[in-house]
């Protein structure tokens, strides 16, 4: 069974801080990775995605890859109050069109 | 460019019915993905279309269904609903969809509540 773990949360940080938020994955042939924001009563919103091992960066959002250790963070840079949601986390299965989605983790960012 | 739509956004329905969600892609966009989002399993898949036709189905019984139509649009079908089935229903368009690695656009998703 492939699966795609996160830590539920909440996670709260403070406004202005590194909001850090990690994934791990079961499946070693997984080629791509998501990161998606839901906020509550939404729909699930792309922020970014990966497929090589190391750092992307996007504005105040990094990704990182490390597929030795079947692990994907996202970091928040300078998190705004705006930024509370649930982060998930989504790997790119070995069929078409099919995303396995962790649970998420819920972010909340305080002023 | 618009954005995946989905219609109905709510429905209310009651045991033992059967309802019927649509989805248009983003145009352009050839695949259609559907998911089921609950609190408590998160968001699971239910099946994908390209070119009208089924390349891939998760876990659920066939109570559940789907078709693609020639335009890409797409619409899931559940039969003889259950309690249990009450969630979030959401439609993801890709440009391709034959690769893993496509990126897969929401959009706002049908709310059922089931009675």
């Known amino acids: 069974q492939k699966e795609v773990e996160q830590n539920s949360g909440p996670l709260s940080v403070p406004e202005g801080a590194i909001a850090s938020l990690n994934c791990t994955y079961s499946?070693?042939?997984?080629?791509?990775f998501f990161w998606y924001r839901q906020y509550s009563g939404k729909s699930p919103e792309l922020i970014m995605s990966?497929?090589?091992?190391g750092d992307k960066e996007d504005g105040r959002f990094t990704a990182q890859l490390n597929k030795a250790s079947q692990y994907v963070s996202l970091l928040i840079r300078d998190s705004q109050p705006s930024d509370s949601a649930t982060y998930l986390c989504a790997v790119g299965g070995r069929s078409q069109g099919n995303l396995i989605f962790g649970k998420g983790t819920k972010l909340s960012v305080k002023p | 460019k618009a954005g995946v739509t989905q219609t109905p956004r709510y429905l209310i329905k009651t045991r033992g019915q059967q309802v019927t969600l649509s989805c248009s892609p983003i145009s352009g966009h050839r695949s259609v993905s559907w998911y089921q989002q609950t609190p408590g399993q998160g968001l699971q898949f239910l099946f994908e279309?390209?070119?009208?036709?089924?390349?891939n189905k998760g876990n659920f019984p066939g109570r559940f269904s789907g078709r693609q139509f020639s335009n890409s649009r797409s619409e899931m079908n559940v039969s003889t609903l259950e309690l249990g089935d009450s969630a979030l229903y959401l439609c993801?368009?890709?440009?391709?969809?034959?690769?893993?690695?496509?990126?897969?656009?929401f959009g706002p998703g049908t709310r059922l509540t089931v009675l």
């Open positions: 990966i497929y090589s091992n």
């Open positions: 993801a368009s890709s440009l391709d969809g034959g690769r893993s690695t496509d990126t897969q656009y």
């Open positions: 279309y390209f070119s009208e036709t089924q390349r």
């Open positions: 499946d070693r042939g997984s080629q791509s």
